[in-house]
């Protein structure tokens, strides 16, 4: 028989931390903490094969629950000194949701429950405070009725209103003890009109309609469809944490609050978080009142007037500071940690490893290495790359003039400027136009995810350090200032104010998250630096991986920017980028437009020095490391004007009849340019624009050596290859440019020939091209455009939507689609490898910089990933991560 | 030790027909015909494995070769008397190469090998005729220069031409012994200077050299291009035949010919052929002198004044027509033969089986089975499914008036009307543009190829039966008129008289290959009938077939077309092309334009009769076969207007604002419509749409059954799935229509849900989608332009390339790309059937009705092939060679 129920209190606990799949998160570490003897509130959890069984048998439970259910309550009673529906000593009980991971769309918790018209006077008897009686029912009554019932949190809001207006008063706190006997029996009364039925006044009835509940919202239609996008099985479940009540509301000397035991902004060691005096825990999380900080020390640098916790409750402070210390040791891992202080006495009600910028996990990670806490694998393991990219976004020249409008808490660092939308919509629609948005709201609410993940930054006028834009902001590493609280927002004139400044819809602003400041217009930013803790993590990092890490570059900036960022080489290189600066599209449209062979050579020919220019400062700039070299890709049209102004104008620069360009434009069109005349297709067509280009980097490569500087390791690309004979064609004219130019200069420079796999075909036939190739990148962009037949460019019409139904789980151009795409690279991989032994293999697609795709390419056996020069460090993170995952694998 | 040189003559021969690989064609069958004691002048062999060991060899001989090439070379001379080289009696041979099959590039024959200036005389002495010595003489040293030795054949053209000048002659006939003797020394002078070394007057010189370009010509660029479009391996190599002469020109009892058993174009078991007295081989197949026919009731039914051979040389004749029927009976097949008769003699120069119209094919198949010569699977196997697309054309209708203006020879069957074009380039120019052409040429050469393929019918102005263009035509099943003598043609003013008649480039002509006639304008046509040696025959296919055909088709007329050529179910039924008709278009229209859900439902319920009419009259047609309905697949915006005065009038029509039409259409314009908002992604985006055609294919399947139809067996398609939550997504909606539709009807028709697999992620998938489909179609249109990148709209500007180039054997879009898209289909099958057994497999794209792709879905394991109405028939022959094919392989 399956144990259902497992208790916790009193410095023991039946379960323990390595229970989370069987106790949910939650459950286990409460405990946990028991069993470290730490002042938990006893309780207990129903498990979450409960919750399966429940679902595999018609939503009915195991028979033995009842029972086991009545036996914890009696025990928490025992505990507690109180009982359950005792109308003299009653047991109040916190109902909460609690699944092996944190999952949206699961129950709110209720609070106070055990309240019934009896109880409640036991209540005020027992505490001589017949207030906070009915203060505690009516919220139980309110609560309970939403989260358990159903019903809408804006009738009882309505009551609350009409009695206060009644008595003429503005806050909850005049209220007292008649007023809120008043409200809790108005709530019932509005309750039993609503559902026909009245307010349970029977506490078993109330506790098994929280705890079915929970599990109801276990199949709620936001749980399903989280779960559909993450790959979380159906049959995990969720547990239930019932547990005694501890009052935060119990006057001066009670308070609830949460805390980090580091900043998760900077991840500072010290205790850093909020409190409220007199409140229940969710006064703290909803953004109502404005909390405290928990030190001393914090409330002086915020200037803030009110004392911190440590100088108001200084005995409870010491008691968190110390349980901190303690939770920190046991997990090795910062923690997350909600308390209540009850007259006096600190309880703990929650502990987790707490969430952080990426500026945090750095110094966390390092600092802890150094503290002896864990070692260097873990804390490579810990730190999130694709947070990492915070750190590399840009911060304000601390020298730029500036013209601050408002300040508010710096909720998540970094800054960014862009154009204000006030709606989610605006700022996706704006996003999506290419521009830079900041997202202006009130508060945010989940439905506003998409449009914070479309923006720089984001900024509310309301909400604390863990209010929802904070706490998003910080996961999405998007720059996030909150609770600036001289901000009048109307949203529906696209319009807000700021002491005497309006910004409209459309303008221009710029926020710093790192200390809580608005200003209007742009403000100059300033390159992050990457040394301190980041280098020393890199360095870890930098030891441990196996998969080198190269840049996208095509110009020598982009090298240098890269090569400060780590990257070990080039590993995309385009050609056409050159193409477009101003002197050379001259050159390149009068290739177009030449009648034949002998006029493009000439154009050709002019554009020959350009590029070996190009190349030679490339080479300088990466000093004998890998280059990637991809020879002309795009189609030729994309070269050439198509609006009537412009085509006059490139006529009159080329020296070439409008009416003949105009013809070359129409002729060059495509219905489908993505899978038409361009890469190799152009090379064999055109066998003199690849010669030309060969003969660039190569003499461009002598050039370097001869000037003094390393030997590059070049590795020239043939584009869209799906056929062996297409590389066959095109290496035989390169080799035969490299033999003329040896016996030119006698001389010539090692390179490679190889290929982009970009094509399902060419990923099938790679042991034949392997033949040929001597390398392969896969370019993954294209493939995924070619293997899921998805235009990246025309794919928004129907993608946002597939994501929003949960029909793909990811953008498959952000993280590649492993089951599709990737079964093309590891087939390519094998096959290729099987022909030659030692084939190089990399990837330069956009997927080079996800971390989830690095991973992949790490267990695809790849060598290297290619990625853009700002994604380096993330590339070289999460390869590191992944080296470790497989090592983990392996043993 | 290797044999090198295999002799046959006398008999008697040390081959046989088997030994193709190692004699080639032309070897095996004149050791072959030796054996069978048929008259064939003596000769020998060098075997193929001599070209190889050349080529592995640095181009160098076996150390036995000279010895074994003496002797064989003596026991010709032993066999006829004579021996080379000698002053008295000289041995002439011919020189021909002989490959396993037969391929361009190869060397042309070389005659007369043997004399030199003394042999001249001796040849003068011995024969009595010094004019047929020196006109031998000369002919050899021009035929030598050229082919062994690369001097201009127009070199020698202008000598000859200058000396008839001189002596004011016309004809080369009037030339006599001293002029050919003058000529033969000016040839030699010319060769002397052109190449600074003597014309060869050692006829070992002379025969080794011709032997060595026999071997040079395997590696002529012609026939490596030919090689590796075939995929013919390098090291097959080349045999060389050297043959004692005999000659044709010897005077009025001499002549030359080639003939075939039957008519190669009708199949009439008749000899038939043409000869020429007093000729040599080349003048028959050069066409300079118009040849007469064999027999003499071919020559009464042309309407000829020179005698037959069956006149002119009845013995002969009669051995001729012995030999023929011997052939025929050894070979069990039709022979194309070459023969010489010499002073009465008749020598058998070749044999082959012969080329023939698909007519020919199909009648000489089912007489041989009749007669007792083959089997009926020999006979399937036989005739040639491409080309039986021929008997498909339409004929002329007798009734119809028509305005003759020439006749010509009926060298290929079928008649064709098109624009006439006088060049190979603009005929395929013009077959570009999709018109049709009328290919017109004095005479057809292998630069014609290209546009001959792209003309719907050729017309020639010289040349007989056996001429280039003849030939040609009728292997690629073209209509063909050669000969119309009358004909005046000036390409370079692009106009042509015929009697009184102009015609210019781009007027209309019809000709009529069948009788040879050609017609100004357009005359109307006939559809062909299907039924005799037709019917047989494609009866004997569908005994053997194992795969089904079904056709593509989108109304009742295409449905009752396909059916009466066999079709076997609908494979592929468009729905789409329903909604171009003239009055659906304007509902189309008021869908795309609607602004929600419920504008939309209201334009999709005038459009539900609609479609459910159209299915209704197609599943009436259909009787109870299979019918596979594919949801709406294109993009929306074609059924949109893009230009202004269409946007004018469509707004006009559909009640709309034409500023908001303008503004939908540039919406839902895309940069890739192939990769775009298309097929399921419509369904998934607009549920309402496919909705809306579930409920017209069910209601329409029932009607028919409730009005006494047969019950269809339905299978809808969603079209483009690439992840199987699509298709889930989709068959939910589906099945809830149907649901619905039980529920109003109180039943449902039988139906399947299944998938068209047409994109790489889908066919790697196929296991976890076979969850969900029913059945698979693959859609290799589709699938081939996302496997190889290849947008078939953009293809023309370097798949032409690729071709001329080798780069790709076929068309990927004609001939399924095996190697690519092959393997997606066969892994797609596989999967598919490892999760649902009994998956239905077929293929939809028009590969369906190519016979190497229809092979290649037998073997991959599919249930169907679907094709066009007018392929059925190609495809039933094609799926039973397969069937065949496959039964050998297992034997």
Chains 1, 2 share one sequence.
């Not at 067509?685 to 980097?697: D, F, G, N, V």
């Not at 460090?873 to 983990?888: G, K």
Request: charged fraction near 25%.
């Amino acid at each position: 028989m399956s144990k259902w129920v497992y208790s916790f209190g009193d410095g023991a606990a039946e379960g323990e931390a390595g229970m989370k799949n069987l106790l949910g998160g939650k459950g286990a570490n409460l405990a946990e903490m028991s069993n470290l003897g730490l002042p938990v509130p006893p309780g207990f959890t129903i498990t979450t094969e409960v919750c399966t069984h429940y679902y595999a048998n018609g939503q009915s439970y195991p028979a033995e629950l009842k029972a086991a259910v009545e036996k914890a309550v009696a025990k928490v009673g025992e505990l507690t000194g109180t009982k359950f529906g005792d109308a003299q000593k009653p047991l109040l009980v916190s109902v909460r949701s609690g699944a092996r991971v944190s999952m949206p769309g699961m129950m709110d918790t209720v609070l106070n429950l055990g309240l019934t018209k009896e109880t409640t006077e036991g209540l005020a008897r027992l505490t001589g405070d017949a207030r906070f009686a009915y203060d505690s029912y009516r919220r139980f009554i309110q609560m309970y009725s939403n989260v358990v019932l159903g019903v809408e949190h804006a009738l009882f809001e309505e009551i609350l209103d009409t009695i206060k207006e009644e008595k003429g008063i503005e806050l909850d706190t005049e209220l007292d003890a008649a007023d809120l006997k008043r409200i809790a029996q108005a709530y019932k009364d509005r309750v039993q009109k609503d559902l026909g039925s009245p307010f349970p006044d029977d506490v078993e009835a109330q506790l098994w309609g929280a705890i079915g509940a929970v599990f109801g919202s276990w199949q709620s239609s936001r749980a399903n469809t989280y779960r559909r996008l993450h790959h979380i099985p159906e049959n995990w479940g969720t547990a239930v944490n019932v547990q005694a009540m501890v009052f935060g509301n119990r006057g001066e000397t009670s308070a609830t609050g949460v805390a980090f035991t580091r900043n998760p902004s900077t991840g500072e060691n010290l205790l850093y978080g909020e409190f409220l005096i007199n409140a229940q825990g969710e006064d703290v999380v909803a953004g109502i009142r404005t909390p405290q900080p928990i030190t001393k020390e914090v409330r002086e640098r915020q200037g803030g007037k009110l004392p911190s916790m440590e100088e108001a409750m200084p005995d409870a402070f010491a008691t968190l500071k110390r349980i901190g210390e303690t939770l920190e040791a046991h997990y090795r891992d910062m923690q997350d940690v909600e308390f209540t202080v009850q007259e006096g006495k600190l309880f703990m009600l929650q502990t987790r490893n707490g969430k952080r910028t990426a500026e945090a996990a750095l110094k966390v990670a390092v600092d802890m290495v150094k503290e002896g806490l864990i070692g260097k694998d873990i804390a490579v393991a810990r730190v999130d790359p694709a947070a990492l990219d915070q750190l590399l976004h840009p911060t304000l020249d601390p020298d730029a003039p500036r013209d601050l409008i408002a300040t508010g808490l710096a909720a998540s660092p970094g800054a960014a400027t862009g154009e204000v939308a006030f709606t989610a919509d605006e700022a996706e629609k704006l996003a999506a136009d290419g521009r830079d948005v900041i997202l202006v709201r009130t508060e945010t609410s989940p439905e506003d995810i998409h449009g914070m993940h479309a923006a720089k930054g984001i900024l509310t006028a309301r909400g604390g350090m863990t209010s929802h834009a904070a706490v998003v902001a910080r996961g999405m590493g998007r720059p996030c200032v909150s609770g600036a609280g001289t901000l009048k927002i109307d949203a529906a004139q696209g319009v807000m104010t700021a002491g005497g400044t309006t910004v409209r819809r459309g303008d221009v602003i710029t926020i710093d998250g790192a200390v809580g400041e608005v200003y209007r217009g742009k403000v100059a930013m300033r390159q992050p630096e990457l040394t301190g803790d980041f280098g020393t993590l890199m360095g870890w990092a930098d030891s441990i991986r196996t998969l080198k890490i190269r840049t996208n570059a095509d110009t020598p900036s982009d090298a240098e920017t890269a090569r400060k960022f780590g990257a070990e080489g080039i590993g995309l290189c385009r050609t056409e980028h050159m193409f477009f600066e101003q002197e050379r599209i001259v050159a390149v449209r009068q290739m177009i437009l030449a009648d034949d062979e002998k006029g493009r050579q000439a154009a050709l020919a002019r554009l020959l020095p350009m590029q070996r220019g190009d190349f030679e400062a490339i080479f300088k700039e990466m000093e004998g490391l890998p280059v990637t070299i991809r020879l002309l890709d795009p189609p030729l049209h994309e070269f050439l004007p198509h609006k009537e102004e412009e085509i006059a104008e490139v006529a009159a620069a080329a020296g070439a009849d409008p009416a003949k360009l105009r013809a070359r434009a129409i002729a060059l069109q495509e219905s489908n340019p993505m899978l038409g005349h361009r890469g190799c297709r152009l090379g064999i067509t055109y066998p003199e624009i690849y010669e030309m280009q060969a003969r660039a980097i190569l003499e461009a490569a002598l050039n370097v050596e001869a000037a003094g500087g390393k030997a590059v390791q070049l590795e020239i690309m043939v584009p869209l290859v799906g056929f062996k004979a297409e590389l066959d064609f095109l290496k035989e004219r390169i080799v035969a440019v490299a033999h003329a130019l040896e016996k030119e200069r006698g001389k010539l420079p090692n390179y490679l020939i190889g290929t982009m796999i970009e094509l399902p075909r060419a990923a099938l036939q790679a042991g034949s091209i392997a033949e040929s190739a001597e390398f392969f990148s896969f370019g993954t962009n294209d493939l995924t455009q070619t293997a899921l037949g998805v235009s990246r460019d025309d794919a928004g019409t129907f993608l946002t939507e597939y994501l929003k139904k949960g029909i793909v789980a990811r953008d498959p151009f952000v993280s590649i689609d492993q089951d599709g795409v990737g079964e093309l690279v590891r087939i390519a991989a094998k096959r290729g490898r099987e022909t030659r032994e030692n084939l190089k293999l990399g990837i330069c697609g956009e997927h080079g910089g996800d971390p989830e795709s690095i991973r992949f390419c790490h267990s695809a056996g790849l060598d290297y990933v290619s990625c853009s020069p700002f994604r380096v460090p993330v590339a070289r993170l999460a390869a590191a991560q992944a080296a470790l995952e497989s090592r983990h694998e392996s043993d």
